[in-house]
């Protein structure tokens, strides 16, 4: 008869969590995560009593309150009279239209400027070592208090322009006014039949040539309604629904694929009528926005003029020529894809370049003179030029110094991502003859792409985030109106700088998710 | 980055509420120094002299409370703030007493939390233009380019006039009065708008103020004076009454030349009481009883102040105008010392 010794019996002591090593971590980590939370709760209870004993509880209810101050530019409708919240998103744009600028035009200098710092070429190698070294080893602070210095002492005031014996006249054969204000140039417009109050024509009178005028979206269908003490404007509700179609439309083209399989009755397929995330994506848009087109009352109002009771207006004749820029983009890339393919075949490429300028230029020359366009052109009226499209020397001066910054970054970048790739690849394809442009354009730089992607992201949040500076130039950005004007008028400092943290965190998060995605593109493919 | 700003704006906040209730006036006493929260610079008002010393007519009420509360003109510390960061710094207790051209209005004083002790410069919003260009009323200015300082009620009153009169600007916000100078100067903005004597201090300092002209229009009220936080009464009435006791002193003629004579008695008791040789006003203040004479000999009385740093004589050369005595038809009365 064997004896069989149980093993000793699990038994858990307290003692345990600090002196069993299995044990030990959990118990430091859970001490260290209930210190953490216990600090922060203290923190934010702190601040919640002591804002009410200072009678100011957090409360966002002045977002609805009229702004009462002006602001220069404008991407939608905005006056004094209008809402905080109205004010804000107009910052909002504003940041995004400096940010987006930015990061286009600092890809572009930073790009060339890499390229070109390691050319073979010393002084032009040695200069772009000049412009990388001041430009990143300066404060970027600087820089635009520099530029709009410039912009502001160096070109001709307005009134140089008037009189018999003008000092300053309008360069590019009267089209482009650069002074101290800012830089006019000419402004495209289409044609329309709106007639305004006494019965003339609003717009330049262009035959039967009219465009489609803009789609006004006006909430006054909906009505406010208050959920937990929040009031819940038509606004909000429009907002609402434009953001929860985005994020329906985003979940849709990440987790698609499953859902797209299913559709596609769970096989693979290479039909041109498959389903695939990004045409399912499409069809959530398309779904979200008829919906929201029934539920906000939109209508295209062509005799609307002026400040509009809409939340905003949608131009169709913009929205128009984009779709037909896309199609003749996508019918370009075919016949691309079908030279390709008859290269692979015969080895001969038929010659297609004036086919595939043609099918965009044409129809969208005809597009745009159907829609009557026609720019206007910078006058002096009074004090100022009017017409054309005005941009204020604080947007070109922030505009500038932050690309030059940035692109001053981006161009190590560039410079690192290119001498990553071993030299035996361009080596390579110089013994197959290849020009030394098309070596870099063709097999340098798509290879360089993978190591350069990851840190341009970060680069191009430093430009957005940097744009904060903006109110160092009068540029009205979000930091300008809701976390400047608006703290300043309405004295709410914790609730504005926190609505502008969470935008900015927004912006910086989209820009991240919106890169990876290019990343993942990209990045070599592992099979 | 950002969340260092959101601790440091909880923490700005935990101090403000920590320190809104205590005593000012003991904190003071204390510290042996008044935190006076002035502008950046402002001839006339306040403005840091070729030696470094401030001086100005904003710059004699810090200096005038200081020397009531602590018996010394110079226990100053001035905090210069902007029109962004004065409210911020009087809240969290970083100064004690803000005394930087700011007018009081409803919303400041209700909403705000802080309490304007009084008026010491009746003003109103104008408007500078450059002569040559012809301009002879602001209701010509329709199409301007105007350069106004952000975070301030000239901001709203603006849009409210060029509203109320139907005509178009554009506004050009600017942050501190030096950028503001910078640009008018150079015709990027074709006028430039704040409260008229901050108008006329600023042309003052101009190379040829001649060129530059103000519009008659006064486009808004604006009071100026000194305020303190909210809730904090005793200091409040401190401050109140060395503001009040330069405009009495101007009313029954103490000036800094005759004070000393008159400390020594007079046979008008009201002088007696303000200067504390009869009548026990400073221990109800909980100061010294020589409190209002120690104020008077910080910089003289009221129109000493107007006379030496704003006045026809200076090159800002304002007129006394609203702010005479109301025994000369303006607007300064103070309540009786009694």
């Not at chain 1, 204020?392 to 970048?413: D, G, H, K, M, V």
């Not at chain 2, 329709?142 to 709203?156: H, K, P, R, S, W």
Request: hydrophobic share 45%; charged share 15%.
């Amino acid at each position: 008869m064997t004896v069989m010794t149980d093993p000793p019996k699990e038994s858990f002591r307290l003692s345990m969590l600090i002196y069993d090593t299995r044990y030990r971590s959990i118990t430091i980590q859970v001490v260290a995560l209930l210190g953490f939370a216990a600090f922060f709760g203290w923190l934010i209870w702190n601040t919640s009593n002591n804002l009410a004993a200072l009678g100011k509880e957090p409360s966002f209810r002045f977002l609805w309150e009229p702004a009462g101050y002006d602001i220069n530019q404008r991407l939608l409708d905005y006056n004094s009279q209008s809402p905080h919240i109205r004010a804000a998103v107009i910052g909002v744009l504003n940041t995004l239209v400096i940010a987006v600028l930015g990061c286009i035009t600092a890809t572009i200098i930073g790009v060339l400027v890499g390229v070109l710092r390691l050319s073979k070429n010393w002084v032009i190698s040695r200069l772009m070592g000049v412009y990388v070294e001041t430009f990143r080893n300066v404060p970027v602070l600087l820089w635009i208090v520099l530029a709009m210095a410039i912009m502001i002492e160096i070109p001709p005031a307005p009134k140089e322009f008037r009189g018999d014996n003008a000092t300053a006249s309008v360069s590019l054969f009267g089209t482009v006014a650069v002074t101290n204000r800012g830089v006019y140039v000419p402004d495209p417009n289409f044609g329309s039949d709106r007639i305004g109050e006494d019965g003339t024509r609003l717009d330049e009178p262009t035959g039967w040539r009219v465009g489609l005028g803009d789609v006004d979206v006006n909430s006054s269908g909906m009505a406010t309604y208050s959920f937990l003490g929040f009031e819940i404007t038509p606004t909000l509700q429009f907002w609402a629904v434009i953001v929860s179609a985005l994020i329906a439309s985003v979940i849709v083209k990440i987790f698609g694929g499953d859902i797209a399989r299913s559709l596609n009755g769970g096989q693979e397929t290479t039909s041109p009528f498959r389903v695939t995330p990004g045409r399912l994506m499409l069809a959530v848009l398309l779904i979200a926005i008829i919906v929201l087109w029934s539920l906000m009352g939109m209508g295209i109002s062509r005799e609307v003029d002026g400040v509009s009771g809409g939340v905003f207006q949608i131009s169709l004749d913009f929205l128009l020529v984009v779709a037909v820029l896309l199609v003749s983009l996508n019918i370009s890339k075919r016949i691309k894809n079908r030279a390709d393919d008859i290269q692979e075949k015969s080895g001969v490429r038929p010659t297609v370049w004036y086919i595939r300028l043609a099918v965009v230029v044409l129809p969208m020359a005809i597009l745009l003179w159907a829609l009557g366009l026609y720019f206007t052109y910078p006058e002096l009226k009074g004090f100022n030029f009017k017409n054309g499209l005005h941009l204020r020397n604080s947007l070109i001066a922030l505009w500038l110094a932050l690309s030059l910054y940035t692109a001053a970054f981006i161009a190590e970048i560039v410079r690192s991502g290119i001498m990553a790739i071993s030299k035996g690849q361009s080596e390579a394809a110089n013994a197959l003859g290849l020009s030394s442009g098309r070596t870099m354009r063709l097999i340098v730089l798509p290879q360089a792409l993978r190591v350069i992607i990851p840190p341009m992201i970060s680069n191009y949040l430093n430009l957005t985030k940097n744009s904060s500076l903006a109110i160092a130039v009068g540029y009205f950005d979000i930091t300008g109106t809701l976390m400047g004007v608006t703290l300043n008028q309405t004295g709410r400092e914790l609730e504005t700088v926190l609505l502008g943290m969470l935008i900015y965190l927004t912006i910086s998060l989209s820009i991240s998710m919106a890169m990876n995605w290019y990343n993942e593109s990209v990045k070599l493919k592992e099979r | 980055m950002k969340k260092s700003v959101f601790l440091g704006a909880l923490t700005v906040a935990s101090i403000a509420a920590g320190g809104a209730f205590a005593g000012t006036l003991d904190d003071v006493k204390a510290r042996g120094k008044l935190n006076c929260g002035v502008t950046t610079g402002l001839v006339g008002f306040a403005a840091p002299d070729a030696n470094g010393e401030w001086e100005g007519f904003d710059v004699g009420v810090c200096r005038a409370v200081a020397a009531a509360v602590l018996g010394d003109a110079t226990a100053v510390e001035f905090v210069p703030t902007t029109g962004k960061t004065r409210f911020t710094a009087l809240a969290s207790g970083e100064i004690d007493l803000l005394a930087r051209n700011t007018t009081w209005t409803f919303s400041r004083d209700v909403d705000l939390k802080f309490e304007f002790v009084g008026v010491n410069y009746y003003d109103g919003q104008g408007f500078m233009v450059p002569t040559n260009l012809g301009v002879t009323s602001a209701k010509d200015l329709d199409g301007a380019t105007v350069c106004i300082q952000t975070g301030t009620t000239t901001e709203l009153n603006l849009a409210d006039f060029f509203r109320a009169n139907s005509i178009s600007y554009e506004p050009v916000p600017i942050e501190t009065n030096a950028e503001a100078q910078q640009q008018y100067l150079a015709g990027a903005c074709d006028v430039y708008t704040t409260d008229a004597s901050g108008l006329a201090a600023t042309r003052a300092t101009f190379e040829a103020p001649d060129e530059h002209v103000l519009l008659p229009e006064i486009i808004s009220k604006e009071p100026l004076g000194p305020l303190v936080r909210h809730g904090d009464n005793e200091w409040g009435d401190v401050v109140r009454w060395t503001l009040n006791a330069l405009i009495t002193a101007e009313e029954l003629g103490v000036t800094s030349a005759n004070i000393a004579e008159m400390a020594a008695g007079s046979n008008n008791p009201e002088i007696n009481r303000l200067l504390g040789t009869e009548g026990s006003l400073g221990e109800m203040l909980g100061l010294s009883a020589d409190w209002g004479k120690n104020a008077l000999e910080a910089g003289g009385n009221y129109a000493e102040l107007f006379e030496k740093n704003i006045g026809e004589n200076t090159p800002i050369a304002l007129s006394r105008g609203l702010n005479a005595q109301w025994t000369d038809g303006g607007l300064l009365y103070s309540p009786p010392f009694r």
